[in-house]
């Protein structure tokens, strides 16, 4: 059975950390933390897991840091983590029986990555990261921001989900500050860093700064496919709260001309259609989405609604604006099948029986 070094980098996350580390204390076997400049109790609460407690400058560099945490493990296996992740109880047993089954060969674990839930704590946006690497030193990490090991040897893709669930708000501005230094450095961003600058900018609702990042990215030879697609959605929501819905939609159509259409792509189509009272466009497109594959393996993001729950909600409110209720009601109990929480559906469903 191979071994595992749990390795973490932390700033300030006394109200974080004590969490992550009970959720996996028992499962890993080594656990190295690397504080690159705490000035709470982080220091003093990870040393009651473990002895391998490190200082390292902080550089704004996040692969800088990740690659000096993993040059400390001494196990088969490097696994990361944020302070603010947690591996629920209903993954432990997963996680031990991947780690018993688990061929030595393998170079890579692919692990779903969890980062937001809807009201009943069922995840809503999901994607696939590097998470347990063979330490053997030929896997670094590259990325000053949204860090990554481009993964390469044999993988192993596994159902066991990490989940990002942060208490309070964090520093919004960090990111963008490291990619403003960059450039004001002279340090040309790479087409993943430009992607990712865009998205940043995006956030901080510089839309039209966003869309021009992005455009420059979506010319690049270049790239990643999904980080393309995402673009085109991005960059379409920026045309769109700019007043240029005619710019949006084009931008929304042009993720095809990357690959077979997502249904995160369909959905956002269908609703520019929906909105503009194009109903029987909307429908199109919304039946498009149910019918998309989940592209789960491509390591893009995927927002598992998409492909089932929004699109029968929406095909609820379009066949009801076209008269139609019967069916209107049939879409809305299938959105229910998926979601029988779902206030909206719900709702609907008042609607449907006071009529």
């Not at 897991?49 to 990740?66: C, G, I, L, M």
């Not at 956002?268 to 009272?277: A, C, D, Q, T």
Request: with cysteine; glycine share 6%; hydrophobic share 35%.
């Amino acid at each position: 059975m191979p071994t595992i070094s749990l390795c973490m980098i932390v700033k300030n996350e006394e109200t974080h950390i004590g969490r992550c580390l009970d959720s996996v204390v028992e499962l890993v076997d080594e656990i190295i933390i690397v504080d690159t400049g705490s000035s709470d109790k982080t220091v003093e609460l990870a040393s009651g897991y473990t002895e391998k407690v490190y200082s390292y400058p902080w550089k704004d560099d996040f692969a800088d840091a990740r690659n000096y945490s993993f040059s400390l493990a001494t196990m088969d296996y490097c696994m990361w983590m944020d302070a603010d992740d947690v591996l629920e109880v209903t993954e432990k047993d997963k996680f031990l029986r991947l780690k018993q089954s688990l061929s030595l060969d393998t170079d890579m674990v692919m692990m779903k990555y969890n980062t937001s839930f809807d009201e009943a704590g069922k995840p809503s946006f999901s994607y696939y990261r590097e998470r347990w690497i063979r330490n053997n030193g030929e896997y670094r990490w590259i990325g000053a921001v949204h860090e990554v090991i481009p993964p390469k040897g044999k993988l192993l893709y596994s159902d066991l989900a990490i989940s990002h669930k942060k208490i309070g708000v964090g520093d919004p501005d960090r990111n963008l500050k490291i990619y403003q230094k960059m450039i004001a450095a002279g340090n040309p961003l790479e087409a993943r860093q430009q992607y990712y600058y865009g998205r940043e900018l995006y956030y901080h609702k510089r839309y039209e700064e966003a869309a021009s990042v992005l455009e420059q990215f979506l010319l690049m030879a270049e790239g990643w496919v999904e980080n393309k697609i995402e673009a085109c959605s991005i960059c379409a929501d920026c045309y769109f709260q700019m007043g240029q819905e005619a710019k949006s939609l084009t931008t929304l159509l042009r993720s095809m001309s990357f690959d077979l259409p997502r249904a995160e792509l369909c959905c956002e189509i269908g609703k520019y259609f929906l909105e503009h009272g194009n109903f029987h466009n909307a429908i199109y497109w919304y039946e498009m989405a149910l019918k998309a594959p989940k592209h789960e393996y491509s390591k893009g993001f995927v927002l598992p609604d998409c492909y089932d729950y929004v699109p029968f909600l929406q095909l609820c409110v379009c066949y009801d604006k076209l008269g139609d209720q019967q069916k209107a009601k049939e879409y809305n109990e299938k959105a229910g099948i998926c979601k029988p929480y779902s206030k909206a559906y719900l709702y609907n469903k008042r609607y449907f029986e006071s009529l």
